[in-house]
């Protein structure tokens, strides 16, 4: 099992491109998430998604979509990039009989 | 509203010794409490799961206590070694809610 999988590892956008982050996991997880870290603070969920087709909002949505047509996909587009989206984003999936989420290596966002 | 705050923010000891992390929460209602190691530049990975009924936990050299009277945490760390020098999670599941709360982290380093 590749586990979760994020790509790309680095971004450098300029204000206002969009781009999306793309998010995979081979473990079959109906629930799935986003997260930003920024320093000094803790993981923020911007979305999440508890199966196909399903995908609600977390503590941070705006400036942010997803969409879940795939158990094994979840990508997270950015629809305007602002300053304030520079941020390392973590994708994660849950396994549900543990309760446990697996992360991925994470993606690297500057905004200029 | 929830909110999980943990202590110290950093801390730095030398290798072979004991370290205690501490977290406290203000969750509810409560489901379970996870600490998560994050390596630096790469995802969160967990190292315990506690749920209400359980008091302590260990995971090789991490034990993990829980008191749910008083709603805290900590993550004992013994005979630390060069590879703890991470940042460590605290975080909390809350029941009925996908959204988890988590803590800012303790960033532990460890010198030789």
């Known amino acids: 099992n590749a586990g979760v999988t994020q790509t790309p590892k680095f971004q450098v956008l300029k204000t206002g491109q969009s781009m999306t982050l793309q998010c995979a996991q081979d473990m079959n997880h109906e629930y799935m998430s986003w997260y930003r870290q920024d320093p000094g603070m803790g993981l923020r969920l911007i979305h999440y998604?508890?199966?196909?087709?399903?995908?609600d909002q977390g503590e941070v949505p705006n400036g942010y979509n997803v969409s879940r047509s795939t158990t094994e996909d979840f990508p997270l587009r950015l629809l305007s990039a602002a300053p304030s989206q520079t941020s390392v984003y973590f994708c994660?999936?849950?396994?549900?009989?543990?309760?446990?989420?697996?992360f991925g290596p994470g993606t690297r966002l500057t905004v200029l | 509203k929830n909110q999980v705050e943990q202590s110290p923010q950093s801390l730095i000891i030398l290798e072979g010794k004991n370290c205690t992390l501490q977290c406290n929460y203000t969750v509810s209602p409560f489901s379970n409490l996870r600490w998560y190691k994050q390596d630096t530049g790469r995802g969160p990975v967990s190292l315990t799961i506690?749920?209400?009924?359980?008091n302590t936990k260990s995971n090789g050299r991490y034990t993990a206590t829980l008191d749910a009277d008083t709603k805290q945490s900590s993550l004992h760390i013994t005979a630390s070694q060069l590879s703890d020098s991470a940042s460590y999670i605290c975080?909390?599941?809350?029941?009925?809610?996908?959204?988890?709360?988590f803590g800012r982290g303790t960033s532990l380093i460890v010198h030789p």
């Open positions: 506690m749920t209400f009924s359980e």
């Open positions: 994660a999936s849950r396994d549900d009989s543990t309760d446990t989420q697996y």
């Open positions: 975080v909390v599941a809350s029941g009925g809610s996908y959204i988890p709360t």
């Open positions: 998604s508890v199966g196909a087709g399903i995908t």
